[in-house]
């Protein structure tokens, strides 16, 4: 089997590749756990040689930044109706996939994101592409290079509209003739609402009792009304939970996290389906972070983690310091 086969089918089975397309629209920074994270960045315009170059944004690649921010993962759960570990299993197994791509090959090709090289050093570098669909779902969509006109063709052109200017006829139209129009279409409109005939119903509605024959189709009415209204207050009482999860105000400096999200209301959704118990969350800096357990000290909680089954659960679990100025 040629290369070029066994790249197109690696990009099919690939399975977070849609969501870090997706991510990339609107993240500066989407970390792929294990892997590396893809980070954007913004080129401004700029004149060269009579030519105003349009602004864009490029797409980098940074292998240090291999922490798990949950993004991808949350991206799944939505998009599947999975949980978290589920979803974590998925990425995984991408991530390892896409490692044995390039052990085996040196190289791996993500479909509309960009291309993979592993040197024989073991270094790995990035390509993006030039039309990635990361530019579709940028600020600057739409907008491409223009060349500036030089003010020699500047006077060519008003030389040429004044010699063209006779040309053009003129009709003028008094503002009398728009109100006039204006009245004939209101008294149109009118003149087919009251034409339309409408119906009355004149036979009005008793009350009475039902008869014997029909009490079995009433009760089942009955019924099915209660089964309605008990799940609706099924449905009110599971958002009432949501509403009574708080977020962590105390006063500790380090929180063991096993996730992270932009929003309450998605942190809260994960306290609540996740299998672990006793989850807190943390909002510090504007980001929401769901932890296990907190501590004054980096060894304290660090011990808790070894000694609980939280690094089994969640192996990427990791210790945040709270900043010191909130």
Known sequence: ???????????????????????????????????????????????????LFAPCRQLGFNEALRHNDGLIANSLMRKCGISYDKAM???????????????????????????????EDNLLSF??????MLVSGSDFFGLSDMRLPSLDSMDDDEDNAAAH??????????RSFFRVAASIIVLVAMAFVLSTPIRIDNHPDYA???????ASDTVAVEKADMAAVKDTTVAVIENSKLQKLSVEKSEANYYAVVATFKSERQAKLFVQQSSIDSLEINNDGGLYRV??????????????MEESSLLKTVPDAWIYKKRING
Do not use: W
Not at 23 to 43: E, K, M, Q, W, Y
């Open 1 to 51: 089997m040629e290369f070029v086969d066994i790249k197109c089918i690696f990009v099919l089975m690939l399975t977070i590749l849609p969501h870090i397309k997706y991510l990339i629209r609107s993240n500066d920074c989407v970390i792929v756990p294990d892997f590396g994270a893809f980070i954007s960045h913004t080129n401004h315009s700029f004149v060269k040689d009579g030519i």
């Open 291 to 304: 932890f296990a357990f907190s501590g004054e000290s980096y060894d304290d909680v660090r011990e808790r």
């Open 208 to 214: 009475g009792f039902k008869s014997v024959a029909g």
């Open 165 to 174: 200017r006779k040309e053009f006829i003129y009709f003028p139209v008094r």
């Open 127 to 132: 390509t993006s592409l030039q039309n990635m």
């Open 89 to 119: 299993r998925i990425v995984a197994e991408d991530v390892n996939a896409l490692k044995v791509q390039l052990r085996e090959t040196g190289e791996a090709y993500l479909d509309g994101i960009g291309k993979f090289v592993l040197s």
